[in-house]
């Protein structure tokens, strides 16, 4: 009965003290806050569904952040399978938004959403979890140059999408001002 008392006081204070600060990482790897609150759950149940002793709070969220993790890549790789075996049921990740004022305002938790997973995961974890480049293919289990390249391709993606908003307006405007410039 002890045992059972020390992990479940363990779980309330963790969820308690850090229970925001896991769903905002959970939100920033897959991008909806209701996937985010599944993950959540989900994680603190496997690393709690066996009795575990000695955790400690620090302890128990970076298990539960690992969990939070692999749970996230894991769904990845799911929809990418299911995706290969049911090609007719797959629905694009991008899909066009029925409202004009939707389309000029960009988001950053929209782009990361249009990120593969592991490009998600990699640079959440290099710039909300202040990872290392090494420490990132440590904890992902790939090499540092794979992480790298996941960086880099995920960048250079979210810098396209948020350097245009999509209007032929801004992209014709500087052409227009260099022209006057020339005409003057």
Same mark, same amino acid.
């Given at each position: 009965? #002890? ?13 308690? *003290?850090? %229970? ?10 897959? %991008? ?8 959540? *759950? ?6 709690? %569904? ?12 970076? !298990? ?13 790789? #799911? ?15 991008? *899909? ?30 290099? !710039? !909300? ?20 390249? !996941? ?34």
């Amino acid at each position: 009965m #002890r045992a059972a008392a020390a992990w479940e006081g363990v779980v309330t204070e963790l969820v308690a *003290q850090r %229970g925001e600060a896991l769903l905002r990482y959970a939100t920033l790897l897959c %991008g909806s806050r209701d996937d985010a609150a599944d993950l959540v *759950q989900d994680a603190l149940v496997r690393t709690f %569904g066996r009795l575990r002793n000695g955790f400690s709070v620090e302890s128990a969220e970076a !298990y539960v952040r690992r969990a939070i993790l692999n749970g996230h890549l894991d769904g990845g790789r #799911r929809s990418t399978r299911w995706r290969r075996i049911a090609p007719l049921e797959y629905r694009p990740d991008e *899909q066009d938004s029925p409202a004009g004022a939707t389309e000029a305002r960009l988001d950053l938790h929209e782009e990361l959403r249009k990120l593969t997973p592991r490009e998600r995961a990699c640079l959440v974890l290099r !710039y !909300y979890d202040d990872l290392k480049v090494d420490d990132i293919a440590e904890t992902l289990g790939i090499s540092s140059g794979a992480v790298k390249r !996941y960086l880099s391709d995920g960048l250079a993606k979210m810098a396209i999408s948020l350097a245009d908003d999509g209007t032929v307006e801004d992209r014709l405007t500087p052409r227009k001002e260099a022209s006057r410039g020339h005409r003057i």
